[in-house]
């Protein structure tokens, strides 16, 4: 058992080796055979700091991050042919955050019944205290593009999002797309659904599997954050210790300045206690990337939470669909037989001042009707917009669980390699030189 676990745990280094740094997604979504991504390959290349006036006329600084697209037929066709027998150059253009997170209320207000994937956090949180929480600073901005990145590879290997027809505009047309988007509606569209969500309502035969779900992305939400902060003290306590060596090579280095013999040798000692020090600084770098994968799922809880308060919605609006349709054929019966069931303004009036003409009541009744020929129409559409929404979600729930499943286990188990692989012999090995040989301490025998 030691042996076969020892030899999984080499593998996994080895991949990790690969992983490291940025995370991409061309492997995995290659291989669920998405149409756009068999249609053109997509990547954010490299961020750049701009300046420029913003919408109240002041200037501000902002980061914009380049997308490249290069259409997979141009190198199975031989057009555009590229010098030295190399890929056809992508076309390219600019996009800032905002537009990103434009592109994403899109996605979120025409599907409604999709696990939507997150944005990477727009300001830093959950960072060791160390690392500047600047969203201008070229370390976020590096990890913010791999994110973003991320994002789009998410997007388009979605079998049902990959075909949308914005996402494609965004990708391609650089100065047209806005107008394509706000031509669809869904601000309208958005400004309502956020004033529905966030209206307080009982629903009264609510889903259980939709219920679960809803309490499974607050504990989702709970745990990872807890995880986050847990890493982040770990990561201030890491760094604290790794730098005390610093004190030491201060130490070798004054001590060798008053002895002979051992000067060598003790300012030798006190670089490299230098170098020890200051590689916990790559070290929690590298790990901020795989944190970076937590915060993804960290923000997907509330993705996945707002496909339930969707459907919470729609059932609410086809229970009151329903109430009010109930309501409007229990008036008719009570008009066509004459015996009021219920207290009403309209009961008493009548009784106090007599019955109304049979013209008047054959009106009503009419009119009645109408209104409930529309409540039927109202109730099937709203039942069918509810089942409808109930079979898409579970469905892309069941897909969001399978990805969640490995994409968490695969970053955990990076991350415990990771520290592994920082606390081994083999790391010690490469902060010092080759000629240091880390050997065990000696025994020591104390007189009794």
């Not at 009541?361 to 109930?390: N, Q």
Request: net charge negative; hydrophobic share 35%; charged share 30%.
């Amino acid at each position: 058992m030691a042996e076969n676990g020892r030899q999984e745990l080499v593998i996994t280094d080895a991949e990790s080796e690969q992983l490291a740094g940025e995370r991409s997604l061309n492997i995995v979504v290659a291989e669920q055979g998405c149409s756009l991504l068999r249609r053109m390959e997509i990547c954010v290349a490299e961020a750049e700091k701009r300046s420029g006036k913003n919408a109240v006329n002041m200037q501000e600084m902002f980061t914009v991050y380049l997308i490249e697209t290069r259409p997979m037929d141009a190198v199975a066709e031989g057009r555009n042919p590229a010098p030295e027998g190399r890929n056809p150059a992508p076309d390219s253009l600019w996009r800032r955050y905002s537009e990103f997170e434009l592109l994403r209320s899109y996605l979120i207000v025409t599907y409604p019944y999709i696990v939507i994937p997150p944005l990477p956090e727009k300001r830093a949180e959950f960072v060791w205290h160390k690392l500047t929480a600047d969203n201008m600073d070229p370390d976020f901005v590096e990890r913010r593009r791999v994110g973003l990145e991320n994002f789009l590879m998410r997007v388009a290997s979605h079998q049902v999002l990959s075909n949308d027809k914005i996402l494609y505009h965004f990708l391609t047309d650089e100065h047209g797309w806005k107008e394509v988007v706000f031509e669809t509606g869904f601000q309208a569209k958005a400004d309502s659904r956020l004033r529905a969500l966030s209206a307080t309502f009982r629903v009264r035969n609510t889903n259980k599997r939709f219920m679960d779900m809803k309490h499974y992305s607050d504990e989702l939400q709970s745990h990872t954050s807890q995880l986050l902060r847990a890493r982040a003290r770990v990561a201030d306590r890491l760094y604290g210790v790794f730098k005390v060596h610093g004190n030491y090579g201060r130490v070798f280095s004054e001590w060798s300045a008053i002895e002979r013999e051992m000067g060598d040798g003790l300012q030798s000692a006190g670089h490299h206690m230098d170098a020890y020090a200051a590689s916990i600084d790559d070290i929690l770098e590298e790990e901020e990337h795989y944190a970076d994968q937590l915060k993804e799922y960290l923000f997907y809880a509330e993705a996945l939470r707002a496909v339930c308060r969707k459907h919470e919605l729609t059932q609410y609006e086809l229970e009151v669909s329903s109430q009010d349709l109930i309501s409007k054929k229990q008036q008719r019966e009570e008009l066509a037989t004459g015996v009021v069931r219920s207290f009403s303004f309209k009961g008493m009036t009548n009784k106090l001042f007599g019955q109304e003409a049979p013209e008047q009541r054959e009106a009503r009744l009419k009119l009645i009707e109408e209104l409930i020929a529309e409540g039927e129409d109202t109730v099937k559409e709203k039942t069918a917009e509810c089942e409808e929404h109930v079979e898409k979600a579970w469905v892309d729930m069941q897909r969001f669980e399978e990805q969640k499943d490995k994409d968490l286990r695969e970053a955990l188990i990076h991350y415990a390699v990771l520290q592994i692989r920082n606390t081994s012999v083999e790391q010690c090995q490469r902060v010092f030189p080759q000629d240091v040989k880390l050997k065990p301490y000696p025994k020591v025998f104390l007189p009794l």
